[in-house]
């Protein structure tokens, strides 16, 4: 998206339930990303699987494991937005099961009518 460097304080760590979407976010080096699309979980189950994230070369998915801090004032993900997988209705193989249960969870948030 941008090559922004991330503000020096994102805010206050917060929890999954009160990410926004329009949030912005950062990857390690501090270059923005993209934004929140959606926050991917099971409310019912307490489980957050990871985040859609729009970049300006599409959605990508973070799994949960991938993100590294979720603040008020952003988000920070391990890897850069091209590394990051790309919601598709085939699942690539040889992913672990959080993985594959959110990006699965992302490709229906996407194609959902809305």
Do not use: C
């Amino acid at each position: 998206m941008t090559s922004n460097t991330a503000p020096e304080d994102l805010g206050a760590p917060v929890s999954y339930l009160v990410v926004g979407d329009g949030t912005a976010v950062y990857d390690r080096s501090g270059d923005q990303v993209g934004t929140v699309d959606h926050v991917l979980s099971d409310e019912h189950t307490n489980v957050f699987h990871g985040l859609l994230i729009k970049t300006g070369d599409g959605h990508r998915f973070a799994a949960g494991d991938q993100v590294d801090g979720l603040f008020e004032r952003g988000v920070i993900v391990a890897e850069p937005a091209g590394r990051l997988a790309v919601p598709s209705a085939d699942t690539p193989t040889g992913l672990t099961e959080s993985h594959s249960t959110g990006l699965r969870r992302a490709w229906e948030w996407l194609i959902q009518p809305r």
